[in-house]
């Protein structure tokens, strides 16, 4: 049984140009999370997909945004890269009706802004 | 606006002693609180939960104990093997938000052989 699966493992663009993150669940699970991880600190939650709708989101610009498709895959995008979203963006799957623990997180796409 | 603290960056531990980790959240609507353990190169993987109506969990060699007055969480895991070494992430989060949980900075234990 596959994990949670995120591509690609590292990335590299310059500021101002647009990028787009994949994620794969873990089998049977319906919900995906994004969080992105700045160097030195925690995941921070940037927003939740479920039933190819946005559910909740944290503090990001619009510039973030995602999408889920019906086989409950998801897409991160970044549009206008600034140096600062450099950063590790984390994947997380769970069941909708599942408790927090539940979640289970993929080993995430490395960002670099150049 | 850092809403749970890991105040310490690292710790060092000699194997087979306590490892004990703290953890500060600032926010009184958390009451699900969290430990997740993360290595390089892969993503966090859940090790132990409490509830606000507990203050104490406990799961083989690791134990958290909710302080809720103080607001003040740790985690206790007795005794530390070499393969604990790794970053432990502090998280909270409130029933019905969603299953999102914060995180705090993480605290990187070492434990030596």
């Known amino acids: 049984d596959a994990g949670v699966t995120q591509s690609p493992t590292h990335l590299i663009k310059t500021r101002g140009q647009q990028v787009t993150l994949r994620c794969s669940p873990k089998?049977?699970?319906?919900?995906v999370s994004w969080y992105q991880q700045a160097l030195g600190q925690g995941p921070q939650f940037i927003f939740q997909y479920y039933e190819e709708e946005e559910r909740q989101r944290g503090n990001f610009p619009d510039r973030f945004s995602g999408h889920q498709f019906p086989n409950y895959s998801s897409e991160l995008n970044v549009n206008a890269l600034l140096l600062g979203d450099s950063a590790l963006y984390l994947c997380?799957?769970?069941?909708?009706?599942?408790?927090?623990?539940?979640?289970?997180f993929g080993p995430g796409t490395r960002l670099l802004v150049l | 606006d850092q809403q749970v603290k890991q105040n310490s960056p690292s710790l060092s531990v000699q194997e087979g002693r306590i490892s004990i980790l703290n953890c500060d959240y600032t926010n009184s609507m958390f009451d699900y609180f969290l430990w997740y353990k993360k290595y390089p190169a892969e993503g966090p993987t859940f090790l132990i939960s409490?509830?606000?109506?507990?203050d104490k969990n406990e799961d083989g060699r690791f134990t958290v104990f909710l302080n809720k007055s103080a607001k003040h969480l740790s985690l206790h895991i007795v005794p530390s093997q070499p393969g604990d070494s790794a970053v432990y992430f502090c998280?909270?989060?409130?029933?019905?938000?969603?299953?999102?949980?914060?995180f705090g900075t993480g605290t990187k234990l070492q434990v030596i052989p």
């Open positions: 998280a909270a989060s409130q029933t019905g938000g969603y299953q999102k949980v914060t």
């Open positions: 089998s049977g699970h319906d919900t």
């Open positions: 409490i509830s606000s109506i507990k």
């Open positions: 997380a799957s769970s069941l909708v009706f599942g408790v927090q623990e539940t979640q289970y």
